[in-house]
């Protein structure tokens, strides 16, 4: 039982007019980029993945379709873990995080699809069984900037049913509104990017303070200055969330034993896949640290968190990117319902893509 090939599948999904829409390098944009993995074993079973993409989907695709797909192609599909660790070990001359680890993610992804898949079971079932069925979503909002459209996606996202909605912002003014407009009872959050040294991450935590955040993420540059995170934690008077730029578990351990997080974000198709990402759940739950998965994903990624997160024991609010596509291959999976999802019950993911998107939609 061999792997028998790994396909890359860039996709370019259209935007719904209306929608919320990321924006890069000061352009907004129309469509959501995502990379699909395909592996099919020598018996003919099928996994799917996804890749870490969205605009730096190029170097992401050319690592999946040239240097990891070749590599993987031979090896027994049954041993993930093993079949994860040498890659990472031939590939470590590259880097340790960016396009080959996102690479590798996606694949591994696809290896427990096709485990499940042979087992008969989900793959929550894999990893210890389902804690419960139904999984609390965040609207997590791009950034906006104007006061006023801050306010009035929050509103939306509340209206939707979402009782915790996150912001991209990184200014207070924009933070009150977005208060104003959800009311006292839905949690709000606030991601930053990595943008301020600690005094300054300091000083606007102080002005945000009175919006009672859930969090405050990643307020530090560098995102790896660890011992920056823990003193933001101690003196911003607001739990500290981070973790999904961490380019493997080691990293997420160091972290959370710096004192820098009370919430964990490890983000399963940049940190290798599943398994590290279990591991790092696992080290959080021996540490009594929450974990709040980082997963702006629209496919097997996602559908991948949905799993884990139903498998821990504490209780993980999933990230869901706010943005109204005109379809995606895993339509009805990734669609929240009052803002909470379930997991799909079917042998591995649950799911299949739909072919029909995955051929018109497949980017150039």
Same mark, same amino acid.
């Given at each position: 039982m061999?792997?028998?090939?790994v396909?890359?599948l860039p996709l370019a ?17 129309d469509v959501?980029r ?9 018996d003919g079973?099928?996994g799917?993945g996804?890749?870490f993409?969205h605009?730096?989907?190029?170097p992401?695709h050319?690592a999946?379709r040239d240097?990891v797909a070749p590599?993987?192609?031979g090896?027994?599909e049954r ?6 660790l040498?890659l990472q070990?031939i590939l470590h001359l590259?880097g340790r995080?960016?396009?080959?680890l996102y690479a590798?993610s996606?694949?591994e992804?696809a290896?427990?699809?096709?485990a499940?898949?042979r087992?008969?079971?989900p ?5 210890g069984?389902?804690?419960r ?6 609207a997590?909002?791009?950034?906006y900037?104007d006061?006023?459209?801050v ?5 939306g996202a ?5 009782r ?16 104003a407009a ?7 959050m606030?991601d930053?990017n ?5 005094d300054?991450?300091l000083?606007v935590?102080?002005?945000v303070?009175p919006?009672k955040l859930?969090?405050?993420e990643?307020?530090?540059w560098?995102p790896?200055?660890h011992?920056?995170?823990a003193r933001?934690?101690?003196g ?5 969330a981070?973790?999904?730029n961490?380019?493997s578990?080691e990293e997420?351990?160091a972290?959370?034993a710096?004192?820098?997080?009370d919430?964990?974000?490890? #983000?399963v $198709?940049?940190i290798? /896949?599943? %398994?590290?990402?279990?591991?790092v759940?696992?080290e959080?739950?021996a =540490?009594?640290? *929450?974990?709040?998965p980082h997963?702006p994903y629209f496919?097997?990624g996602?559908?991948?968190t949905?799993?884990?997160v139903?498998a821990?024991?504490?209780?993980s609010?999933?990230?869901h990117?706010?943005y109204d596509?005109?379809t ?11 803002? #909470?999802? $379930?997991v799909?019950? /079917?042998p %591995?993911?649950g799911?299949e893509?739909d072919?029909?998107?995955l051929? =018109?939609?497949? *980017?150039?």
């Amino acid at each position: 039982m061999t792997i028998k090939s790994v396909t890359a599948l860039p996709l370019a999904l259209p935007l719904l007019p209306g929608s919320s829409r990321p924006s890069f390098a000061g352009k907004t944009l129309d469509v959501a980029r995502m990379i699909v993995v395909r592996v099919e074993t020598d018996d003919g079973v099928v996994g799917w993945g996804e890749t870490f993409s969205h605009l730096a989907w190029q170097p992401a695709h050319a690592a999946l379709r040239d240097v990891v797909a070749p590599l993987a192609i031979g090896r027994d599909e049954r041993d993930i873990g093993a079949v994860s660790l040498e890659l990472q070990r031939i590939l470590h001359l590259f880097g340790r995080s960016g396009a080959m680890l996102y690479a590798l993610s996606g694949l591994e992804i696809a290896l427990w699809d096709i485990a499940g898949k042979r087992a008969g079971k989900p793959i929550v079932e894999l990893l210890g069984g389902a804690r419960r069925k139904l999984l609390p979503a965040y609207a997590s909002l791009p950034r906006y900037g104007d006061v006023a459209t801050v306010a009035h996606h929050a509103a939306g996202a509340a209206a939707r049913g979402y009782r915790s909605v996150k912001l991209h912002e990184i200014g207070a003014p924009q933070v009150a509104a977005a208060r104003a407009a959800v009311g006292p009872d839905v949690a709000l959050m606030m991601d930053t990017n990595c943008p301020w040294t600690v005094d300054q991450a300091l000083a606007v935590a102080e002005q945000v303070r009175p919006q009672k955040l859930l969090w405050l993420e990643e307020p530090v540059w560098p995102p790896e200055d660890h011992a920056g995170l823990a003193r933001v934690r101690a003196g911003a008077g607001i739990a500290v969330a981070a973790g999904e730029n961490a380019a493997s578990p080691e990293e997420c351990i160091a972290l959370m034993a710096a004192g820098g997080v009370d919430y964990i974000q490890p #983000s399963v $198709t940049k940190i290798g /896949g599943i %398994g590290a990402w279990m591991r790092v759940a696992r080290e959080a739950e021996a =540490r009594g640290i *929450a974990v709040m998965p980082h997963c702006p994903y629209f496919g097997a990624g996602f559908i991948a968190t949905l799993h884990m997160v139903a498998a821990l024991p504490g209780e993980s609010l999933v990230e869901h990117m706010y943005y109204d596509l005109e379809t995606s291959p895993f339509a009805a999976a990734i669609q929240p319902q009052r803002g #909470s999802f $379930t997991v799909p019950e /079917g042998p %591995g993911l649950g799911c299949e893509p739909d072919p029909e998107v995955l051929r =018109r939609y497949a *980017a150039a």
